[in-house]
């Protein structure tokens, strides 16, 4: 509009010809003529009337067409926005529905283009285009909550907050845990399954750990468990592209309301436990799902009730039951490490590459995709689970190491060293079961010399300390280098010309 008074400026007020006003200006001369002409017809003239603005000028000078009498009907675009998010639901569907009420009604193109400019002046979130019942978008707000404990008034940790935002409806879950790890991460998942009572086709996290092991654009790696529970549910996992913030728009936005309508409403309480910020969570949730939108009809529940939970699939008959994916290579022992205990496996596979499956209540083992050991979950850390069916005895001529082979290479140190490494195998339910900690021992000779094991081994005897990692703090801490009879440092005497010694006294 700066131009256009300038054309009005130097045409009304200087009195220029209209070329030269083109050549001050920089646009053409038919530009100006016609600007000058809408100007007369306006009755304009310079100076302009006080108080005119841009929008006032655009109007007099080009005025919109008003609509007449017999004006075509204009489509409820509203409800065209929500019946497009519906599957397999075209603009061309919805243009001859409406062309039949409607037989005077705007033609294919005009009718793309007025919904495309309606479209236009809905807010970012709104108008990107889900089907129904296809994603999720999950993730975990920034912001945590602080729950304390009562007796004390410290922290106790930060509760994180779950968030879930269907893609359609923008129809709303979220809870909080007490870590972002991949159990909390799947329980949430499984919890906000059973809300919305169906499964999204697609679930779109965001790339943390607990969701992709790896970040990569084009091909992340899911996390196995992750993709265990999906394929449970029957649905597929496509995170969103690392940099990528359009990716997931959808629950950050999701991600903000729930910080501004419900974190925020709590800003001011103390919450005890986990139980109780939950079930003030719910609360504001289900306010937060019934708010009216602003420049669409209804709100997410109404919404998420037409759109999306007619489209989700089904539930399965039971629900997920966590389960962690690892693998491992068999010790010489034939037991594998989870969380700290040792479980048996046949012996024919010891150095082997193995698949570890593990829930709440069961350890599997799995070789090339055959289960091979099956144990119930113990979480005693440093114990073994240990069945009499996987143990060499039956085809000891495979077995590469055995109880006298470890005694004589331990003996190669000194006797010290011999002697707990026996006592190591014999405080075990089964010789093999100390296998492990006594080659680690063995390995520590290489980085601290047979003196100083030897000492070690002779102060874990003493104090009937029969582990590897006892062995390894009394090396650390420098305590085999103390006497054991009186825990004071052992310096051996010094000799030399000008020191006279004890002897000199008698």
Request: proline letters at 6%; hydrophobic letters at 40%; aromatic letters at 8%.
């Given at each position: 509009m700066r131009k256009i008074r300038e054309v009005l400026r130097l045409a009304?007020?200087?009195?220029?010809?209209?070329?030269?006003?083109?050549?001050?200006?920089?646009?053409?001369?038919?530009?100006?003529?016609?600007?000058?002409?809408?100007?007369?017809?306006?009755?304009?003239?310079?100076?302009?009337?006080?108080?005119?603005?841009?929008?006032m000028l655009d109007r007099l000078l080009f005025p919109r067409l008003a609509p007449s009498g017999d004006a075509r009907p204009m489509p409820d675009w509203a409800y065209i926005h929500q019946e497009l998010r519906r599957k397999s639901v075209t603009k061309m569907l919805l243009w001859e529905e409406y062309k039949r009420s409607n037989p005077d009604g705007f033609q294919p193109s005009r009718f793309y283009e007025l919904y495309s400019e309606w479209a236009g002046k809905v807010d970012l979130v709104m108008r990107q285009d889900h089907r129904a019942g296809e994603k999720l978008f999950v993730d975990y707000a920034g912001q945590a909550v602080p729950i304390v404990d009562r007796r004390t008034g410290e922290i106790l940790f930060e509760a994180q907050i779950f968030v879930a935002v269907m893609g359609a409806s923008n129809y709303s879950y979220a809870e909080a845990t007490r870590t972002q790890t991949l159990p909390d991460w799947i329980s949430a998942h499984v919890r906000a399954f059973a809300f919305f009572g169906g499964v999204p086709e697609i679930l779109i996290p965001d790339n943390l750990k607990s969701g992709v092991s790896k970040a990569c654009r084009y091909e992340p790696d899911i996390n196995p468990t992750y993709h265990t529970m999906a394929a449970h549910?029957?649905?597929?996992?496509?995170?969103?592209?690392?940099?990528?913030?359009?990716?997931?728009?959808?629950?950050?936005?999701?991600?903000?309301?729930?910080?501004?309508?419900?974190?925020?409403?709590?800003?001011?309480?103390?919450?005890?436990?986990?139980?109780?910020?939950?079930?003030?969570?719910?609360?504001?949730?289900?306010?937060?799902?019934?708010?009216?939108?602003?420049?669409?009809?209804?709100?997410?529940?109404?919404?998420?009730?037409?759109?999306?939970?007619?489209?989700?699939?089904?539930?399965?008959?039971s629900s997920y039951t966590f389960e962690e994916w690892s693998y491992a290579r068999v010790g010489i022992d034939y037991h594998v490490e989870v969380d700290g205990h040792y479980y048996s496996v046949p012996y024919a596979l010891v150095k082997k590459k193995v698949d570890i499956r593990a829930t709440s209540a069961t350890v599997e083992v799995l070789f090339r995709g055959n289960r091979v050991a099956s144990h119930a979950r113990s979480f005693l850390r440093g114990k073994h689970t240990t069945l009499q069916e996987h143990m060499p005895s039956s085809h000891r001529r495979?077995?590469?190491?055995?109880?006298?082979?470890?005694?004589?290479?331990?003996g190669t140190v000194g006797p010290e060293t011999e002697g707990h490494v026996v006592a190591i195998m014999e405080h075990r339910t089964h010789p093999e079961q100390g296998f492990r900690a006594a080659l680690g021992i063995m390995r520590l000779f290489k980085q601290y010399g047979a003196q100083r094991m030897e000492a070690a081994c002779k102060r874990a005897s003493k104090y009937r300390i029969y582990s590897y990692k006892g062995v390894v703090n009394i090396l650390k801490t420098g305590a085999d280098k103390l006497d054991v009879r009186k825990n004071t440092p052992v310096v051996p005497p010094i000799v030399h010309d000008n020191i006279r010694g004890p002897g000199y006294y008698h």
């Open positions: 009304f007020g200087a009195g220029l010809e209209l070329r030269k006003i083109s050549r001050s200006i920089g646009i053409s001369h038919a530009t100006v003529s016609s600007y000058v002409a809408r100007a007369r017809a306006a009755d304009l003239s310079w100076p302009l009337p006080e108080g005119m603005d841009d929008t549910y029957g649905t597929a996992v496509i995170p969103a592209r690392a940099r990528k913030p359009k990716d997931k728009a959808k629950v950050e936005g999701g991600v903000l309301l729930v910080e501004r309508w419900i974190l925020a409403a709590l800003r001011n309480q103390i919450f005890w436990s986990l139980v109780e910020l939950n079930e003030a969570i719910r609360g504001l949730l289900t306010r937060l799902n019934e708010r009216r939108f602003q420049k669409l009809p209804g709100n997410r529940r109404e919404m998420f009730e037409t759109l999306d939970r007619p489209a989700l699939l089904p539930l399965p008959t495979y077995a590469e190491w055995t109880p006298d082979r470890i005694r004589r290479w331990a």
